[in-house]
């Protein structure tokens, strides 16, 4: 997962460096769609910064599955005939 992360990371800054010296700031149409295309990706960035800071270790998820496949294996056996 956290190469998913990475990888998506490194293809945001790619597009934001190829972008930024083709567009221009100012007061028109293409300048709005510019700022809002710049927004979304600054949020797009930040959203994979904060997976790749605060994400779940793989040990930790595979353990609490283990955990869950065998409390639901014990039920099983509780509950059938």
Avoid at 16 to 37: C, H, I, K, N, S
Avoid at 48 to 74: A, C, D, I, M
Wanted: with cysteine; glycine share 8%.
């Amino acid at each position: 997962m956290k190469q998913r992360l990475f990888l998506s990371v490194l293809c945001i800054l790619f597009l934001v460096y190829d972008a930024v010296p083709r567009f221009q700031f100012d007061l028109t149409l293409e300048g709005a769609f510019f700022g809002m295309w710049l927004v979304f990706a600054l949020m797009a960035l930040g959203g994979n910064f904060v997976g790749l800071y605060f994400g779940r270790s793989e040990k930790k998820r595979n353990l609490t599955h283990q955990f869950e496949e065998s409390e639901v294996e014990s039920r099983k056996k509780l509950y059938s005939r």
